[in-house]
């Protein structure tokens, strides 16, 4: 009898030995993630892919910046095919892709809108908090920001101008902004602009804090009450209001201000979702991708943000407990 139950655990032994190299194969993520994201993340998601390769090295990432508008559209308009939208305005992903092409929407990150410039940019010796804006209507001075309809940046930018008009209480400061910086010095991404100043091309440009930041860019902060970078100050960025094309060709919808607020979503047909949900939750760690992106200057939310509980309980679960509830 003793002989038999030997015999029994041995085989159950072997058995478990051949089946455990299959069990391992089915959990460890395999194949290609593609990845939208918005233009500012593009340093610190080249990071998150190197480590998470490392991690699990049968998974190729494959990303691909742009603005964020410009993200979503590559998947409503154009029908591209990806894994992962990672949105530098969350409500770019609630607007654009609920509920046709995602269900849930995640919220990951804040930043705020500096004024970036280099030694070489006029007046750079004397500009400040005070004067920036003075500073940039002069003779001569060369400025930009991207493009309101396709990046956030974009639209951020103009928000912070509008919003000078009423801080400082100087009617038609707006409009005298817009009016010191022809179409030209728009640009399809914010990033984009960060080679027009090191290369002396552009004196001052407006980009986010991480940007500036990674590019080691010098950079001037003006008032938290206009920088969109603080949700205490919300009521006074909602007074300002940008137009934007809306979801369908010929519409249109109004934008107003809002503290700066990333998001970050899996697409519906998604076509590597396990792996697409392993590399979700290395970003939403706060020793993976969050970290990362506190080190390289762009506040982290840990953890993570979703509006209500019906939303936490539809989202994998690998990320449901690594998100907490706020509106």
């Given at each position: 009898?003793?002989?038999?139950?030997l015999?029994?655990?041995?085989?159950?032994?072997?058995i478990?030995l051949l089946?455990l190299?299959?069990?391992?194969?089915?959990?460890?993520p395999t194949?290609k993630?593609?990845?939208?994201?918005a233009g500012?993340?593009?340093?610190?998601f080249?990071k998150?892919?190197k480590?998470?390769?490392?991690?699990?090295?049968?998974?190729?990432i494959m990303?691909?910046a742009?603005?964020?508008?410009k993200?979503a559209?590559?998947?409503s308009d154009?029908?591209?095919?990806?894994d992962?939208?990672?949105?530098a305005?969350?409500?770019v992903?609630?607007q654009?892709?609920i509920p046709?092409?995602?269900?849930?929407n995640?919220r990951?990150?804040s930043?705020?809108?500096?004024l970036?410039?280099?030694?070489?940019?006029?007046?750079a010796?004397?500009?400040?908090?005070?004067n920036w804006y003075?500073t940039?209507?002069?003779?001569?001075?060369?400025?930009?920001?991207?493009?309101?309809?396709?990046?956030?940046?974009?639209?951020?930018?103009v928000?912070?101008?509008q919003?000078?008009?009423?801080?400082?209480?100087?009617?038609?400061?707006?409009?005298?902004?817009i009016d010191?910086?022809?179409?030209?010095?728009?640009r399809?991404?914010?990033?984009?602009l960060?080679?027009?100043l090191?290369?002396?091309n552009?004196?001052?440009?407006?980009?986010?804090?991480?940007?500036?930041?990674?590019?080691?860019l010098?950079f001037?902060?003006?008032?938290?009450e206009i920088?969109?970078?603080?949700?205490?100050?919300?009521?006074?960025?909602?007074?300002?209001?940008?137009k934007?094309?809306?979801?369908?060709?010929?519409?249109f919808?109004e934008?107003?201000?809002?503290?700066?607020?990333?998001?970050?979503t899996?697409?519906?047909d998604?076509?590597n979702k396990?792996?697409?949900?392993?590399?979700?939750?290395?970003?939403?760690?706060?020793?993976?991708g969050l970290k990362?992106?506190?080190?390289m200057?762009?506040?982290a939310?840990?953890?993570?943000?979703?509006?209500?509980?019906?939303?936490?309980?539809?989202?994998p679960?690998?990320?449901?407990k690594?998100?907490t509830?706020a509106?």
């Amino acid at each position: 009898m003793k002989k038999v139950k030997l015999s029994f655990l041995i085989m159950g032994i072997i058995i478990f030995l051949l089946i455990l190299p299959i069990t391992l194969a089915f959990s460890e993520p395999t194949g290609k993630v593609i990845i939208f994201h918005a233009g500012s993340l593009t340093i610190p998601f080249a990071k998150m892919e190197k480590k998470f390769e490392a991690r699990h090295p049968k998974v190729d990432i494959m990303r691909e910046a742009s603005g964020s508008r410009k993200c979503a559209r590559k998947i409503s308009d154009l029908k591209k095919s990806c894994d992962i939208m990672a949105s530098a305005d969350f409500t770019v992903i609630d607007q654009l892709l609920i509920p046709d092409y995602a269900g849930w929407n995640i919220r990951f990150a804040s930043n705020r809108l500096v004024l970036c410039y280099t030694d070489g940019s006029k007046y750079a010796d004397s500009i400040n908090a005070k004067n920036w804006y003075k500073t940039l209507t002069k003779k001569g001075v060369v400025w930009g920001h991207s493009e309101p309809d396709i990046d956030p940046c974009g639209y951020r930018s103009v928000m912070v101008l509008q919003l000078a008009e009423k801080y400082y209480k100087m009617p038609g400061l707006y409009q005298k902004l817009i009016d010191s910086r022809p179409r030209e010095n728009i640009r399809p991404k914010s990033v984009e602009l960060v080679s027009l100043l090191q290369t002396g091309n552009m004196d001052y440009a407006w980009e986010y804090r991480s940007v500036a930041v990674q590019h080691e860019l010098k950079f001037l902060e003006i008032p938290r009450e206009i920088n969109l970078g603080f949700v205490e100050h919300n009521d006074f960025y909602r007074q300002a209001k940008v137009k934007l094309s809306g979801k369908k060709p010929g519409t249109f919808t109004e934008k107003k201000g809002r503290s700066i607020t990333y998001g970050v979503t899996l697409i519906k047909d998604a076509p590597n979702k396990e792996a697409a949900v392993a590399f979700l939750a290395y970003l939403l760690d706060a020793g993976g991708g969050l970290k990362i992106l506190n080190e390289m200057g762009q506040p982290a939310y840990i953890p993570a943000v979703v509006p209500d509980e019906a939303m936490r309980k539809i989202l994998p679960e690998k990320l449901q407990k690594l998100v907490t509830i706020a509106e």
